[in-house]
Nanobody, 115 residues
């Protein structure tokens, strides 16, 4: 129904940076709460960062100070700027958009932090 398009993942050295992008269909005229989640093999999916309709943000404790979520100029477009990446940040990062109690997800973009 609603497909979120993600990009920006890849291989980066420890301490490096990546910028992930997520965009919802243009037919979604409202601004919705959005966020980034990540999941590594054998681990549960967890919140990385979220942003409300009004621009308030929330971050996982493990990424505070290193990662920033922001909205783009287009509606329901968000970015995840990741700096000072660590090997434990390696995971598939998925974008989320919430419409009421319904959650929509992107296909996921993998991030690998390794030397």
């Amino acid at each position: 129904q609603v497909q979120l398009v993600e990009s920006g993942g890849g291989l980066v050295q420890p301490g490096g940076s990546l910028r992930l992008s997520c965009a919802a269909p243009g037919s979604m005229f409202r601004i919705y709460p959005m966020g980034w989640y990540r999941q590594a093999p054998g681990k549960q999916r967890g919140l990385v960062a979220a942003i409300t309709r009004g621009g308030s943000t929330n971050y996982a404790d493990s990424v505070k100070g290193r990662i920033t979520i922001s909205r783009g100029k287009a509606k329901n477009t968000v970015y995840l700027q990741m700096n000072g990446l660590k090997p434990e940040d390696s995971a598939v990062y998925c974008c989320n958009l919430r419409v009421g109690i319904i959650n929509y997800w992107g296909q996921g973009t993998p991030v690998t932090v390794s030397s």
